[in-house]
């Protein structure tokens, strides 16, 4: 997604009406008793979720939030998340997820840039400092305190939840996506998603991966719209998410192969796995030896794989098309094409690695907000590409060759060098840094640092991580450190980070 950035498969999440009832209000009003989500010993009804929603929407409207307005959100894997984005939904206003790791500094400025009528919050100590510059902003549990549960009105009752994604680019800045927000009677993007997944009202979904990701969170959304369950992992754990597919009797969830490596070094096997009927993995390349183990875990047919971006689904691959193509990350989704081009926009023929080039749905073309250079250079008429590199075979199958040239997806979570790289370089002690991906086992990939230090600075890797984690969210912070006299430079002062990854990759530079 990606993080990843393949969480795109959604970006509004489909509330309208229709028979069998769909969306929260619509199964609220039908089955009330039915339950909606599960969080540990809490089970949460549609009739309450729904009243829920409505007292959130009543503190927003309260707090000036209309129409077409955006609403931050960060907060943790829980009931309360989901209650705050349907009560946004219910303004017409959209949701701009926040994650909970990211700094202070980081937050503020997406609060900044997204233009946020209101910052609704965890209460952490990061969210506090940035919601000090913020007009509005309120905690969770004081969004669902207001006691009216009543609707707030009919016009936005049966609307999608509409997501203002932020997605990190190579200059170092989150950027925004936006779309034209639908129109409330407007069947949303989702609908070919859930009818191609087969969601229905029966299905129980299991949250594995962080809701405010894209990717974790529109498909739990998702199973709510079409009156399915979601049961709710506060953090991840692969022994209690085998518990949790035994117990609950999960049927559908979203992983990514960081999550795969752990279910096969915990005991899989004493656990009944039979309930389940879809496994969708995507956000970093699947290590082959991982998803051939993987895909005997689950019942035959269950696992499947998927690639995009948050700015929109390209493909799917079923494990029969897996199985025939190792590597594969299949055909264009349904209703989607899929093109690489050369760098003169030329396509390439089958075989030959190119950019890979995305169509959108129809209503779903986006532009990066505040950045009209970036959605340029983003589109070339009716397809978009992320700077991804990969070929098509003579079937149609697309392969990736590379992923954009600097990105690091970590444990499925997209981080991006430029990002650290300015980072570090606040330092006093720091004249300028290469930041880049080495392979790892369990995560795909870790962040390694090449730092050059001022002279007579102190070489202390773990006093600068230290003084970095004022400035960057852990999970972006490099994992290893090597401190150099000066970078490898071309003549036009770029460093040479290539020539530093091929030589760390041909084990000349030990990690650490």
């Known amino acids: 997604m990606s993080g990843s950035g393949v969480g795109a498969v959604v970006d509004s999440l489909t509330m309208s009406l229709s028979d069998p009832p769909r969306g929260v209000a619509g199964v609220a009003a039908a089955d ?45 894997n829980g ?20 994650s909970y790791r990211l700094t202070s500094p980081e937050i503020a400025y997406i609060l900044a840039d997204s233009g946020a009528t209101v910052f609704v919050h ?23 305190a207001d006691p009216r549960h009543d609707p707030p009105g009919e016009e936005f009752l049966g609307s999608p939840v509409t997501v203002f994604t932020y997605t990190s680019g190579t200059t170092g800045r989150p950027k925004g996506i936006a779309r034209a927000a639908p129109a409330p009677a407007r069947e949303a993007a989702t609908a070919p998603f859930a009818a191609f997944w087969g969601f229905g009202p029966t299905d129980v979904h299991l949250l594995c991966g962080p809701a405010y990701h894209t990717a974790p969170g529109a498909y739990a959304q998702m199973t709510l719209v079409e009156g399915g369950r979601v049961v709710i992992m506060p953090r991840w754990d692969a022994t209690e998410c085998l518990r949790l597919i035994e117990s609950e009797g999960v049927t559908t969830s ?40 993987i895909l005997e875990v689950f019942p035959a047919g269950t696992v499947w794989e998927y690639y995009g971006a948050s700015e ?43 950019q890979i080039y995305i169509s959108a ?17 983003a589109w070339k008429e009716t397809h978009f590409t992320v700077g991804d590199l990969g070929s098509l075979d003579a079937e ?67 006093a600068l991580l230290e003084r970095l984690a004022t400035r960057l969210a852990g999970f972006k912070a490099p994992r290893t450190v090597e401190f150099v006299d000066e970078l490898p430079r071309e003549p036009n002062g770029k460093v040479l980070k290539t020539r530093l990854r091929e030589r760390h990759l041909r084990a000349e530079v030990p990690p650490g």
Do not use: Q
């Open 312 to 354: 929109g689904m390209a493909s799917v691959a079923s494990p029969e098309d897996w199985l025939a193509r190792p590597g594969t990350v299949g055909r264009p989704f349904p209703g989607l094409s899929v093109k690489i081009l050369d760098e003169e926009g030329r396509e390439r023929p089958p075989g030959e690695i190119g």
């Open 254 to 293: 979203h992983m990514v192969p960081a999550n795969f490596i752990r279910i096969l070094e915990a005991d899989w096997e004493a656990v009944d796995r039979s309930s389940v009927r879809r496994i969708l993995h995507a956000a970093a390349p699947c290590p082959v030896p991982v998803k051939r183990r």
């Open 396 to 462: 149609g199958y697309l392969f990736l060759a590379d992923r954009r040239t600097d990105l690091i997806i970590s444990g499925g979570v997209n981080i991006y060098p430029a990002e650290v790289e300015t980072a570090l370089i606040e330092d006093d002690a720091v004249v300028d840094a290469a930041v880049y991906g080495i392979p790892d086992d369990r995560m795909g990939a870790v962040v390694h640092a090449v730092v050059e230090v001022r002279p007579g600075a102190a070489r202390d890797a773990g």
């Open 32 to 76: 009330p008793d039915r339950v909606a989500l599960v969080c540990g010993e809490e089970r949460v009804t549609f009739g309450a979720l729904d009243a829920s929603a409505n007292a959130v929407a009543h503190r927003l409207a309260g707090a000036g939030v209309g129409p077409g307005d955006r609403v931050a959100v960060l907060a943790g």
């Open 122 to 144: 965890d209460g952490s100590p990061a969210a506090l400092e940035a919601a000090a510059g913020v007009g509005s902003a309120l905690t969770v549990d004081e969004a669902l």
């Open 79 to 98: 009931t309360g998340i989901f209650a705050v984005w349907n009560g946004v939904a219910r303004l017409g206003a959209l949701v701009v997820p926040v």
């Open 361 to 377: 749905f129809p209503g779903h073309r986006f532009e990066y907000h505040n950045a009209p250079e970036k959605t340029e250079g």
